[in-house]
């Protein structure tokens, strides 16, 4: 299984990888700029460039500064925080299809969202540690039940565990909205992941906590490349698995829980993002979460422009288009001849 | 015939016998046009149940106060507005709108069920067990519906005169209104509004609350985002916030913090630089009454809120 | 997570497996009844559990009919069962009641009945049809219904619909039943997500009345069941329960792994489809009647798995544990708030949401090294 994998174990950031990550860098550019010219009302790429270029007309000025450029400024933390915390979290389990979504952090998160609505809460800086907390507890339940370890060999069982525990969730959510209905029209709207209407306010109060969980990820992408040859061989170099494990929970409950502030639930993201960087770059999860930097905020910002233009002049939510295009990643993993490991 | 039965104290059988052979084989009965066809009805009912917002009201405007309702859509107990009709003499809870609970309109024992225009099928074949049901025939969503709606209840009480009087003092009380409006030259057009995180909803111009806009002169524009479908629009997307083009927004919500939602939509750089923002010319109203509600007591209600916003 | 089903020994299969002659005794704890050719194996325990369950469904299902909003002595029950005693009591028993306690046997059964077939052949106590996304299928569907999407079907239709295309793509897209099924499991989580925010964005742009309408095809409940729809439950579960008997000896080898139930001359492939088929049906048509309560496909079984002896698959017991778990549930529902009704769904959640924890925790638990 996985102690057969050949993983570099010094490898040096190949001119090839560079030349991925440049070339990714570049996409990321333009649709961060597609972002700000498209939108679902009427202002159309010409103003909102004449706009961008300093004099356009007022309105146009306005849709582009104060709504366009603080979504896709979220959109790419949300991106990055949701690919990097699906990278690691497979990483650590060995586990392709372990997606924050799919193994209900997200629904932690969400859920604890919800029942601060439900008791009154509606303060940002309140909202986004409370997600945070919801996404911690979500994420060391869903790691200490299934034992990560012991399921190298075993993908599915993972993904069941988190579905449950989902279930569970969305029924407690149920729950809030039979005995508190006013709150319930907030929630039914906002267990919809999308990045309408959310403020550049709740990003600034996400930021330091995005900051230092990719800092922490910074620090155990060596031990955990080390993990992936084996508990005793990371051991015999020197790594703690344990500590990096719980590294690893602490930096993913961060990036969850602070997306899922931001924008609410999005599912799928941090499954397809990995996918496709191990596809580019192979299974180092050095290399996978470079790529991932730009992966992640290309996928969100390409998704959200379409969710406003498929629509207009209303815009359909970005956790649905996320799922649409994540579900069949989720097959293609699965159908794969042999589930693969990490 | 069961010699037990009577034992158990929370029945009340008997009476709910006597009650059914008055319902239908009392000869001072009378018969009703309903949305199901022909329906005798006693008549002077004196235990009504009423299954629907506009219903509740109407008995209350007719004099007739229900021992049994259901919650108004999103609350735990009949609308607030109606506080002021209530006393210790109130409708039991009977279920919310969405699930009638059967046993608890039994256990009401009443002589006529006033229920919804859209009541299921299913649900009349077993209501007509228990009593009379009526479902007024409704001309569908437009703005003078319940007109039609409380005067089949009135009937159905009969108690048509006080329904048709509380009607008609709603009519000439929004004529006095539209006067003093157009005198004060205040605008003629107004946006109906529900404020949501992703953007805000606008609600279709033949709500019963647009109809009593439009009778005080205030044609609601719906921005033509609804297309004649639903209640209200999507959520609008923020940069499409500028086809909210009226003189006066009216701001609803389903809480009481109507002042809160005020605030928290000013928050919204793309809400707070509408021109009904920056001339003070939005109005937050109680979504219960505004949006849910309908009957000539919502209809005097909602005439308050429009007469304290605009010709104070 | 080890392999959560009890595991019988293997010298028990091996007496399943064998043919049985005339002359060979039955094994420890069972009676064998022989007539010719034909002889069947009775076993004692899953005999008394079976007595066992039915007797406490029978005495849930009194209550049922005895307390509510209007109580009554179960004398009263009775004569009013008969059509005797006064018009109320005859009416809130045989018009409220009885239908409604009959809704709830039929789809507590099916439900665990289908929960019990899909774990088996997955041989994972969470595999669930609720779990791997059919009945968000059946939601999906039937939320569009309610909320008008020009579709003519009324919901408990569109229910049934639903959970059939669900599981037809999952199928479709696991290309069929591999080994365990675990792809198709997988390829319905995925599907399942895909249908689930369709019904969020469904409800979401929804005026608040409709998402009412629609509110009890979310959760799940038997206060708005239609009678056509449980007829056809009572007829699918008529024809599904004897063919799920039927594949129960299939189904007890395949438990031992691909290899020993393949020597043992079991179809595996023909008898995955089967079985996942039976599954499909049995919880398209609940879900029509009920709602998604996902929930007792997963407390029934396992209530009957602590039970019943771990040599066989308790089908039966989880039919009887599954009607019980649902007239218990629906029972507290209607009582616990009153007048207000709390949907089954929500009981069924509440109580399972805290089991499935307990499950999830002892499992890692017995796992770890």
Same mark, same amino acid.
């Given at each position: 299984?996985?102690?057969?994998?050949?993983?570099?174990?010094?490898?040096?950031?190949?001119?090839?990888?560079?030349?991925?990550?440049?070339?990714?860098?570049?996409?990321?550019?333009?649709?961060?700029?597609?972002?700000?010219?498209?939108?679902? @009302?009427?202002?159309?790429?010409?103003?909102?460039?004449?706009? =961008?270029?300093?004099?356009?007309?007022?309105?146009?000025?306005?849709?582009?500064?104060?709504?366009?450029?603080?979504?896709?400024?979220?959109?790419?933390?949300?991106?990055?925080?949701?690919?990097?915390?699906?990278?690691?979290?497979?990483?650590?389990?060995?586990?392709?299809?372990?997606?924050?979504?799919?193994?209900?952090?997200?629904?932690?998160?969400?859920?604890?969202?919800?029942?601060?609505?439900?008791?009154?809460?509606?303060?940002?800086?309140?909202?986004?540690?409370?997600?945070?907390?919801?996404?911690?507890?979500?994420?060391? @339940?869903?790691?200490?039940?299934?034992?990560?370890?012991?399921?190298?060999?075993?993908?599915?069982?993972?993904?069941?565990?988190?579905?449950?525990?989902?279930?569970?969730?969305?029924?407690?959510?149920?729950?809030?909205?039979?005995?508190?209905?006013?709150?319930?029209?907030?929630?039914?709207?906002?267990?919809?992941?999308? =990045?309408?209407?959310?403020?550049?306010?709740?990003?600034?109060?996400?930021?330091?906590?995005?900051?230092?969980?990719?800092?922490?990820?910074?620090?155990?992408?060596?031990?955990?490349?080390?993990?992936?040859?084996?508990?005793?061989?990371?051991?015999?170099?020197?790594?703690?698995?344990?500590?990096?494990?719980?590294?690893?929970?602490?930096?993913?409950?961060?990036?969850?829980?602070?997306?899922?502030?931001?924008? @609410?639930?999005?599912?799928?993201?941090?499954?397809?993002?990995?996918?496709?960087?191990?596809?580019?770059?192979?299974?180092?999860?050095?290399?996978?979460?470079?790529?991932?930097?730009? =992966?992640?905020?290309?996928?969100?910002?390409?998704?959200?422009?379409?969710?406003?233009?498929?629509?207009?002049?209303?815009?359909?939510?970005? @956790?649905?288009?996320?799922?649409?295009?994540?579900?069949?990643?989720?097959?293609?993993?699965?159908?794969?001849?042999?589930?693969?490991?990490? | 015939?069961?010699?037990?039965?009577?034992? #158990?104290?929370?029945?009340?059988?008997?009476?709910?016998?006597? /009650?059914?052979?008055?319902?239908?084989?009392?000869?001072?009965?009378? #018969?009703?046009?309903? /949305? *199901?066809?022909?329906?005798?009805?006693?008549?002077?009912?004196?235990?009504?149940?009423?299954?629907?917002?506009?219903?509740?009201?109407?008995?209350?405007?007719?004099?007739?106060?229900?021992?049994?309702?259901? #919650?108004?859509?999103?609350?735990?107990?009949?609308?607030?507005?109606?506080? /002021?009709?209530?006393?210790?003499?109130?409708?039991?809870?009977?279920?919310?709108?969405?699930?009638?609970?059967?046993?608890?309109?039994?256990?009401?024992?009443?002589?006529?069920?006033?229920?919804?225009?859209?009541?299921?099928?299913?649900?009349?074949?077993?209501?007509?067990?228990?009593?009379?049901?009526?479902?007024?025939?409704?001309?569908?969503?437009?703005?003078?519906?319940?007109? #039609?709606?409380?005067?089949?209840?009135?009937?159905?009480?009969?108690?048509?005169?006080?329904?048709?009087?509380?009607?008609?003092?709603?009519?000439?009380?929004?004529?006095?209104?539209?006067?003093?409006?157009?005198?004060?030259?205040?605008?003629?057009?107004?946006?109906?509004?529900?404020?949501?995180? *992703?953007?805000?909803?606008?609600?279709?111009?033949?709500?019963?609350?647009?109809?009593?806009?439009?009778?005080?002169?205030?044609?609601?524009?719906?921005?033509?985002?609804?297309?004649?479908?639903?209640?209200?629009?999507?959520?609008?997307?923020?940069?499409?916030?500028?086809?909210?083009?009226?003189?006066?927004?009216?701001?609803?919500?389903?809480?009481?913090?109507?002042?809160?939602?005020?605030?928290? /939509?000013?928050?919204?750089?793309?809400?707070?630089?509408?021109?009904?923002?920056?001339?003070?010319?939005?109005?937050?109203?109680?979504?219960?009454?505004?949006?849910?509600?309908?009957?000539?007591?919502?209809?005097?209600?909602?005439?308050?809120?429009?007469?304290?916003?605009?010709?104070? | 997570?080890?392999?959560?089903?009890?595991?019988?020994?293997?010298?028990?299969?091996?007496?399943?497996?064998?043919?049985?002659?005339?002359?060979?005794?039955?094994?420890?704890?069972?009676?064998?009844?022989? +007539?010719?050719? +034909?002889?069947?194996?009775?076993?004692?325990?899953?005999?008394?559990?079976?007595?066992?369950?039915?007797?406490?469904?029978?005495?849930?299902?009194?209550?049922?009919?005895?307390?509510?909003?209007?109580?009554?002595?179960?004398?009263?029950?009775?004569?009013?069962?008969?059509?005797?005693?006064?018009?109320?009591?005859?009416?809130?028993?045989?018009?409220?009641?009885?239908?409604?306690?009959?809704?709830?046997?039929?789809?507590?059964?099916?439900?665990?009945?289908?929960?019990?077939?899909?774990?088996?052949?997955?041989?994972? $106590?969470?595999?669930?049809?609720?779990?791997?996304?059919?009945?968000?299928?059946?939601?999906?569907?039937?939320?569009?219904?309610?909320?008008?999407?020009?579709?003519?079907?009324?919901?408990?239709?569109?229910?049934?619909?639903?959970?059939?295309?669900?599981?037809?793509?999952?199928?479709?897209?696991?290309?069929?039943?591999?080994?365990?099924?675990?792809?198709?499991?997988?390829?319905?989580?995925?599907?399942?997500?895909?249908?689930?925010?369709?019904?969020?964005?469904?409800?979401?742009?929804?005026?608040?009345?409709?998402?009412?309408?629609?509110?009890?095809?979310?959760?799940?409940?038997?206060?708005?069941?239609?009678?056509?729809?449980?007829?056809?439950?009572?007829?699918?579960?008529?024809?599904?329960?004897?063919?799920?008997?039927?594949?129960?000896?299939?189904?007890?080898?395949?438990?031992?792994?691909?290899?020993?139930? $393949?020597?043992?001359?079991?179809?595996?492939?023909?008898?995955?489809?089967?079985?996942?088929?039976?599954?499909?049906?049995?919880?398209?048509?609940?879900?029509?009647?009920?709602?998604?309560?996902?929930?007792?496909?997963?407390?029934?079984?396992?209530?009957? +798995?602590?039970?019943?002896?771990?040599?066989?698959?308790?089908?039966?017991?989880?039919?009887?544990?599954?009607?019980?778990?649902?007239?218990?549930?629906?029972?507290?529902?209607?009582?616990?708030?009153?007048?207000?009704?709390?949907?089954?769904?929500?009981?069924?959640?509440?109580?399972?949401?805290?089991?499935?924890?307990?499950?999830?925790? +002892?499992?890692?638990?017995?796992?770890?090294?």
């Amino acid at each position: 299984m996985s102690k057969a994998t050949t993983v570099n174990t010094e490898p040096r950031p190949s001119a090839r990888l560079s030349r991925v990550v440049l070339t990714l860098s570049g996409l990321l550019v333009l649709a961060a700029l597609a972002s700000l010219l498209w939108g679902a @009302g009427e202002v159309g790429p010409a103003r909102a460039l004449a706009a =961008l270029a300093g004099h356009g007309d007022e309105e146009a000025r306005f849709v582009v500064g104060t709504l366009r450029l603080p979504r896709t400024l979220i959109g790419i933390a949300v991106g990055l925080a949701l690919g990097v915390a699906g990278a690691l979290l497979q990483a650590v389990s060995r586990n392709p299809l372990a997606e924050p979504g799919l193994l209900g952090v997200s629904a932690g998160a969400a859920f604890a969202v919800a029942v601060a609505l439900w008791l009154g809460a509606s303060a940002a800086t309140l909202r986004v540690a409370v997600a945070q907390l919801g996404a911690l507890v979500g994420c060391v @339940g869903v790691m200490s039940v299934v034992r990560l370890r012991g399921l190298g060999d075993d993908p599915v069982r993972l993904v069941l565990a988190g579905a449950a525990f989902s279930a569970l969730l969305a029924s407690l959510t149920s729950l809030l909205l039979l005995f508190d209905q006013r709150t319930a029209d907030e929630i039914r709207f906002w267990v919809v992941g999308s =990045l309408a209407g959310r403020r550049l306010d709740d990003l600034v109060a996400v930021l330091p906590s995005l900051a230092l969980a990719l800092a922490v990820t910074g620090l155990i992408a060596r031990p955990l490349a080390a993990l992936a040859l084996g508990e005793r061989v990371a051991s015999g170099l020197g790594h703690r698995p344990g500590r990096v494990r719980a590294l690893v929970v602490v930096a993913v409950a961060l990036l969850v829980g602070g997306a899922t502030a931001i924008a @609410g639930p999005i599912a799928f993201v941090g499954l397809v993002v990995p996918f496709a960087a191990r596809a580019l770059a192979g299974p180092d999860i050095r290399r996978t979460l470079w790529l991932c930097l730009p =992966l992640g905020p290309l996928m969100v910002l390409a998704a959200d422009v379409v969710s406003r233009l498929v629509v207009a002049p209303s815009e359909l939510p970005l @956790g649905v288009l996320t799922a649409l295009v994540g579900a069949p990643v989720l097959v293609a993993v699965v159908r794969a001849r042999r589930l693969p490991t990490l | 015939m069961s010699l037990s039965l009577p034992k #158990t104290p929370l029945l009340a059988g008997a009476c709910l016998a006597t /009650a059914l052979a008055v319902a239908v084989g009392s000869a001072q009965a009378r #018969t009703l046009d309903t /949305a *199901q066809g022909k329906l005798e009805v006693p008549d002077a009912p004196e235990r009504v149940v009423t299954l629907y917002e506009g219903a509740l009201d109407a008995s209350l405007a007719a004099g007739v106060m229900p021992v049994g309702a259901v #919650t108004t859509r999103g609350g735990d107990d009949v609308a607030r507005y109606l506080e /002021a009709y209530l006393d210790e003499a109130r409708p039991a809870v009977v279920g919310v709108v969405r699930e009638i609970n059967m046993e608890a309109v039994v256990g009401e024992r009443p002589d006529v069920i006033l229920a919804g225009p859209s009541l299921a099928d299913a649900q009349y074949a077993l209501l007509s067990k228990i009593a009379p049901t009526v479902v007024p025939q409704s001309p569908g969503v437009t703005p003078q519906a319940w007109k #039609t709606e409380a005067r089949q209840y009135g009937q159905a009480l009969g108690r048509e005169d006080a329904v048709n009087a509380a009607i008609d003092d709603v009519e000439a009380r929004a004529a006095e209104l539209a006067e003093r409006v157009g005198v004060a030259d205040i605008g003629a057009t107004a946006n109906l509004v529900r404020w949501m995180p *992703q953007g805000p909803l606008v609600m279709s111009d033949r709500l019963f609350s647009a109809g009593l806009l439009a009778a005080v002169g205030l044609e609601v524009d719906d921005a033509g985002l609804i297309n004649g479908r639903g209640a209200h629009s999507d959520p609008l997307s923020l940069e499409n916030l500028s086809k909210l083009q009226g003189d006066w927004l009216f701001l609803a919500t389903l809480n009481e913090e109507g002042e809160e939602a005020l605030v928290s /939509a000013k928050d919204s750089p793309a809400f707070a630089r509408l021109p009904v923002v920056e001339n003070d010319r939005v109005v937050p109203v109680d979504g219960q009454l505004w949006t849910s509600a309908n009957g000539p007591l919502a209809a005097e209600a909602i005439l308050d809120d429009i007469e304290a916003a605009l010709v104070p | 997570m080890s392999d959560t089903l009890s595991m019988p020994h293997r010298d028990d299969a091996e007496r399943l497996g064998a043919p049985v002659g005339e002359r060979v005794a039955p094994p420890p704890g069972c009676w064998r009844l022989a +007539r010719g050719e +034909r002889h069947l194996l009775i076993e004692r325990r899953a005999l008394g559990v079976g007595l066992l369950l039915l007797a406490v469904l029978l005495a849930a299902s009194l209550a049922y009919l005895c307390l509510g909003q209007q109580s009554l002595s179960p004398a009263g029950a009775f004569s009013a069962l008969r059509g005797e005693g006064d018009a109320m009591a005859v009416f809130v028993v045989q018009e409220l009641r009885l239908p409604r306690l009959l809704a709830a046997w039929l789809t507590g059964a099916a439900f665990a009945l289908a929960g019990c077939l899909m774990q088996t052949l997955a041989r994972n $106590r969470l595999a669930t049809p609720g779990i791997i996304g059919i009945d968000n299928g059946a939601t999906a569907f039937s939320v569009a219904s309610v909320v008008g999407l020009g579709v003519s079907l009324a919901p408990p239709a569109m229910a049934m619909v639903g959970a059939a295309t669900a599981a037809a793509i999952t199928f479709g897209v696991a290309s069929g039943g591999d080994t365990r099924g675990y792809r198709f499991i997988v390829a319905g989580i995925g599907i399942g997500a895909v249908f689930g925010a369709v019904t969020q964005l469904l409800l979401a742009r929804v005026d608040i009345d409709t998402a009412n309408a629609a509110y009890p095809w979310t959760v799940g409940t038997l206060n708005a069941r239609s009678s056509g729809a449980v007829t056809g439950l009572a007829l699918g579960l008529a024809l599904a329960g004897p063919l799920a008997i039927a594949l129960a000896r299939s189904l007890s080898l395949m438990r031992f792994g691909d290899a020993v139930a $393949r020597g043992l001359g079991v179809e595996l492939r023909r008898r995955r489809v089967q079985v996942l088929a039976l599954s499909v049906l049995l919880t398209a048509l609940a879900v029509a009647v009920a709602g998604p309560v996902g929930m007792v496909a997963l407390i029934g079984p396992e209530i009957a +798995r602590s039970l019943a002896s771990p040599r066989g698959v308790p089908l039966t017991a989880s039919a009887l544990a599954g009607a019980l778990v649902m007239v218990l549930a629906d029972l507290t529902g209607r009582l616990l708030l009153a007048p207000i009704e709390l949907p089954v769904g929500i009981v069924t959640a509440v109580v399972g949401g805290p089991w499935l924890l307990w499950i999830l925790l +002892r499992t890692a638990k017995r796992t770890s090294p």
